[in-house]
């Protein structure tokens, strides 16, 4: 591999496991005023949030396994032609109801970037190298979260949600046109033999892998934490602090470097694990002084900042370790392990989304993310006791 072709790599990764903050972030500035063109609830557009993130989740089982069936490149080129097509379906959707259909279908769409990406480093890559990869695309994906908002908020400002649309579809056409210059990474004589209706058989294969199930769960509980604060962030900063669309970007996009510098920060530890259980411990503890400063200090806009911010960098911590370990654990079956990984992750973020938004949203927002990361911790224990 030439160190052109590996920088090209790395972006190339970068940009499509950013799909997923690209998808629900770019959004999330315009949340309360679609709630109001529509004449809907907040509940109601949070859907399109819990939609795209459900799409996300199927999406990646079925690229996944038709990845190691029938390769990784022609996969992703059909995945990020549906991205498109539905996208645009979106732009000229006439009610909440059909923008929330096309959504699931758009992150259906783009599930295919998420999950090809983690298969495609696992081709490449092995062991630490394989973590350093992950790291970097990480701190690439870093941008997606930092600019998606920042840019939400000012297109959504001089030409509504629709442009923020316009500007997903031309990511998409970008990455489309980006396909081309890959080589693929899982040649003829490495991919499923089987039949395509035997390809659910590999899941209870991977089931049995009791670490590689371990890692998923803490993965999917820490995509709870993230998710419970994605999902209520425009809402809490806009509604209930009354900062405007273009501040509540900057904020987001401060907080999402918290993820990005725990993120590289992993590369500290030797230990993979250990970086784990870091991440698990920081998020458990940040969490529940929010919820008791809630108590004491009632709604201090400071107080939230700031432990959101470094709750956030000790989510980086766990995010990336177990998708290390995870991905190590199932590498006999790459497509398939990186399919089951990415939709226990999303799956969790869908079934939180909503959960923030009943009642007065800041308890129940700071519950979930509570209870997500001491259950994130819990699995690490275990983990830990395994090893």
């Not at 799409?55 to 996944?64: K, P």
């Not at 992950?134 to 941008?143: F, R």
């Not at 080589?183 to 039949?195: A, Q, T």
């Not at 009632?298 to 370790?321: D, P, W």
């Amino acid at each position: 591999m030439t160190k052109k072709y590996y920088i090209y790599l790395l972006a190339f990764l970068g940009l499509l496991t950013a799909f997923g903050p690209l998808v629900t972030d770019m959004c999330l500035p315009t949340l309360p005023a679609m709630a109001t063109l529509f004449n809907t609830t907040a509940s109601m557009v949070q859907m399109g949030l819990t939609t795209s993130m459900l799409g996300l989740a199927v999406g990646q089982v079925l690229f996944g396994l038709l990845s190691d069936k029938y390769g990784r490149k022609y996969t992703l080129i059909a995945a990020l032609i549906l991205f498109a097509i539905s996208t645009v379906g979106s732009i000229f959707s006439p009610t909440i109801q059909m923008l929330n259909f096309c959504r699931f279908l758009q992150g259906f769409g783009a599930a295919g970037g998420i999950v090809l990406s983690r298969s495609i480093s696992t081709d490449c890559f092995n062991g630490r190298e394989l973590a350093k990869a992950l790291v970097i695309i990480s701190a690439v994906n870093g941008i997606a979260p930092v600019s998606a908002p920042v840019i939400g908020g000012l297109v959504a400002k001089s030409v509504g949600w629709k442009g923020i649309f316009w500007i997903l579809f031309g990511i998409g056409i970008v990455l489309l046109l980006m396909c081309f210059e890959f080589s693929e990474s899982l040649p003829k004589e490495k991919r499923y033999k089987g039949s395509v209706s035997s390809l659910m058989g590999v899941f209870p294969k991977l089931l049995k892998i009791k670490s590689y199930v371990i890692y998923v769960l803490i993965y999917g509980f820490a995509n709870g934490v993230l998710f419970a604060y994605i999902s209520s962030a425009s809402f809490l900063i806009q509604n209930h602090f009354g900062f405007s669309e273009l501040t509540f970007s900057l904020i987001f996009g401060v907080n999402a470097l918290g993820i990005g510098l725990g993120s590289v920060l992993t590369l500290k530890f030797k230990k993979m694990t250990d970086a784990m259980l870091f991440g698990a411990i920081g998020c458990s503890v940040l969490t529940v002084v929010q919820l008791i400063c809630l108590f004491i200090f009632g709604g201090n806009f400071y107080i939230f900042e700031s432990l959101v911010l470094l709750t956030l960098a000790s989510l980086g911590f766990l995010l990336t370790s177990s998708t290390t370990l995870a991905m190590e654990a199932g590498r006999e079956h790459v497509g398939a392990a990186s399919a089951l990984f990415g939709a226990v992750g999303f799956l969790f973020g869908g079934i939180v989304s909503p959960l923030v938004g009943l009642g007065d949203i800041m308890l129940p927002t700071f519950i979930t993310m509570a209870l997500s990361a001491i259950a994130a911790l819990c699995f690490g224990l275990v983990s830990r006791a395994k090893n």
